[in-house]
């Protein structure tokens, strides 16, 4: 599910099927479910929910440079942030309302 897109944001987030934590593409466990940020960093429902500003500092951090990304997040915005934070609260909610998860 996408929470934005480049065409109207920033930002290109959506929650992934992929999990990480098991190395499949589906998985039904709530800590696992993963919320991804421009097709290159990606964190956990339990990551999020533990200490979202954390989660923000590392994207403020994050560096990409590869052939079709040039991403440099250390100049994004204030408003560019809580902008991201609320896609990750609504990513958060979806999570816990998601009567297909278990703990």
């Given amino acids: 599910m996408s929470y934005s897109r480049w065409g109207s944001s920033r930002w ?11 190395n499949k593409c589906e998985c039904n466990i709530r800590d696992h479910q993963s919320f991804e940020i421009d097709c290159c960093l990606d964190f956990t429902y339990r990551e999020l929910k533990d200490d979202i500003d954390a989660c ?16 440099n997040y250390e ?12 896609y990750m609260l609504r990513f958060i909610e979806d999570v816990e309302d998601s009567e297909e998860l278990i703990d």
């Avoid at 923000?56 to 991403?71: G, L, N, P, T």
Wanted: hydrophobic share 40%; with cysteine.
């Fill in 12 to 22: 290109y987030t959506y929650w992934t099927v992929y999990c990480r934590e098991c």
């Fill in 56 to 71: 923000i500092e590392k994207v403020k951090m994050f560096k990409v440079d590869r052939d079709i990304f040039a991403f």
């Fill in 75 to 86: 100049c994004i915005s204030e408003a560019d942030i809580l902008e991201l934070k609320s």
